[in-house]
């Protein structure tokens, strides 16, 4: 069993920048695939990127890339979003998830994100 807690969310103005954290309870973090997700009133859950390991690959969405980076500490089971040049676009509740390529069983409670025009 996993537990993620999510935690760096707020009320930015677009432009602006935000850096999510993700702490997770595990003594094997470093096997895990990492990722981050988002969700918007009204919309299905959506994938925003993920960390194959440290210092290994990376993938992001295309609505998201170059202006997001994941990134992990492996020593510290915690998993990093910085969010840059926000968009009201981006505006959802970011959920942290942990898992195997393909699969994501373990997920946090998430933390709202809000970018205001």
């Known amino acids: 069993q996993v537990q993620l807690v999510e935690s760096g969310g707020g009320l930015v103005q677009a432009g602006g920048s935000l850096r999510l954290s993700c702490a997770a309870s595990?003594?094997?973090?470093?096997?895990?695939?990492m990722a981050w997700f988002r969700q918007a009133p009204g919309k299905e859950r959506e994938f925003v990127a993920r960390?194959?390991?440290?210092?290994?690959?990376?993938e992001y969405s295309p609505s998201v890339k170059g202006r997001f980076t994941i990134s992990r500490d492996d020593a510290k089971n915690m998993v990093y979003l910085q969010m840059n040049s926000l968009k009201p676009e981006d505006t959802a509740i970011y959920y942290c998830?942990?898992?195997?390529?393909?699969?994501?069983?373990?997920w946090g409670q998430g933390t709202q994100v809000t970018v205001s025009s």
């Open positions: 960390h194959i390991r440290d210092g290994g690959s990376t």
């Open positions: 595990t003594r094997t973090f470093s096997t895990y695939v």
């Open positions: 998830a942990a898992g195997v390529p393909g699969t994501f069983k373990y």
